[in-house]
């Protein structure tokens, strides 16, 4: 099976596995694990943050800043396809008590400044008032789409100016980065708060890093206790971690494959490809999704639904070149 529905399903490579078996480990609940702290100083200074906090996922990251910067009752403003919005089986509802504002972004998942200013609502005697802002980048839902700096900073800008905090959920911001040839500092420029995650393109076999200032993961490492994720000798996890935050240059081998497969699929009848900019490829499907998905699995290829007509392929490390040249072979014969 060429396995693309996701670059979540990597195999950590050799030199992971004996990371994890060689870390030197302490309990991270009381702050005494070495490999710990290492990865989030590298991983803050990175991100161009203050500090960073180990967690197990990007959702747990992504909830673990929604709850951290907000009240209960207060709204988060948020775009209608956002992962925090759609996958994230309502967790801010359920951890936050955060009534979401969804707002319409562009074909490219992007915010408008705007657009922001429209959706913030004040405290007063009747309204919620608006505790965040939320940002995705890359965004999944648009197929990957790598939002240039300016166009994260504008938006950010525009809810600073009333007051508002930011969180950017990077899950593949160096995907972003590496698209936009930028170092990830410059992803984050604008924003008080980023997740991202080390277990999808950079390959590490779990957990997320999410950065911010010192007094603001001060104040996420108590919630991350609170949702159960106060880890011990989890140097073990975070020795692979530091190994992916040395992967982000080889995502745009993952763009190129993205884009010779995208190439590769445009030519079959019965397929409508999105030019990807990142590791994702969009196929619409003439067929449903299902129908479709169905025989790329019987062919040897797998992939996810989207929408009932939208299919998501993803490359990353476990598919190289050859891999993909025949994957679309097999996709070719679907078809
Ligand atoms: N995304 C997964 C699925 O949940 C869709 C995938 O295969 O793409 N933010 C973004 C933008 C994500 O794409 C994901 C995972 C997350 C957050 C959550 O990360 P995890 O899976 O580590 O909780």
Request: glycine share 10%; charged share 25%.
């Given at each position: 099976m060429i396995d693309l529905r996701s670059?979540?399903?990597?195999?950590?490579?050799?030199?992971?596995?004996?990371?994890?078996?060689?870390a030197e480990v302490g309990d991270d609940v009381y702050r005494e694990d070495p490999t710990i702290n290492e990865?989030?100083?590298?991983?803050?200074?990175?991100?161009?943050?203050?500090?960073?906090?180990?967690?197990?996922?990007?959702?747990?990251?992504?909830q673990v800043a929604a709850r951290t910067h907000t009240e209960r009752g207060q709204e988060i403003i948020l775009e209608r396809d956002s992962h925090i919005y759609r996958w994230e089986l309502a967790g801010l509802a359920q951890h936050?008590?955060?009534?979401t504002r969804p707002i319409d972004g562009n074909e490219r998942g992007a915010l408008s400044a705007d657009a922001v200013r429209a959706g913030v609502v004040s405290a007063d005697d009747h309204r919620p008032g608006t505790g965040l802002l939320?940002?995705?980048?890359?965004?999944?839902?648009a197929g990957g789409t790598a939002i240039a700096p300016d166009t994260i900073d504008a938006p950010a800008r525009a809810a600073h100016e009333l007051g508002v905090p930011v969180h950017l959920d990077g899950a593949r911001l160096g995907n972003a980065a590496v698209a936009h040839d930028v170092p990830l500092a410059r992803m984050?420029?604008?924003?008080?708060?980023?997740?991202m995650c080390l277990s999808k393109g950079l390959g590490a076999p779990v957990g997320s890093v999410l950065a911010g200032s010192q007094a603001?993961?001060?104040?996420?490492?108590?919630?991350?206790?609170?949702?159960?994720?106060?880890?011990?000798?989890?140097?073990?996890?975070?020795?692979?971690?530091l190994l992916a935050l040395e992967n982000v240059d080889r995502l745009a081998v993952d763009h190129d494959n993205a884009r010779l497969l995208a190439a590769s699929l445009a030519e079959l009848p019965g397929l409508s490809v999105h030019e990807?900019?990142?590791?994702?490829?969009?196929v619409e499907t003439e067929r449903t999704a299902e129908a479709f998905l169905d025989r790329c699995s019987d062919a040897g290829v797998g992939g996810v639904a989207f929408d009932d007509h939208l299919v998501r392929f993803t490359t990353h490390w476990d598919v190289d070149r050859e891999a993909i040249e025949t994957a679309a072979e097999r996709i070719a014969g679907v078809c």
């Open positions: 670059d979540t399903v990597t195999r950590p490579s050799d030199a992971m596995r004996e990371s994890a078996r060689d990865l989030e100083r590298r991983a803050a200074e990175r991100l161009g943050m203050e500090a960073a906090l180990f967690v197990p996922s990007g959702t747990m990251g992504n936050g008590a955060l009534q939320a940002l995705e980048n890359t965004h999944n839902a984050t420029r604008e924003v008080d708060s980023v997740m603001f993961i001060e104040r996420a490492r108590r919630v991350r206790k609170l949702l159960g994720g106060g880890l011990r000798q989890a140097g073990i996890v975070a020795a692979p971690g990807p900019e990142t590791n994702i490829v969009l």
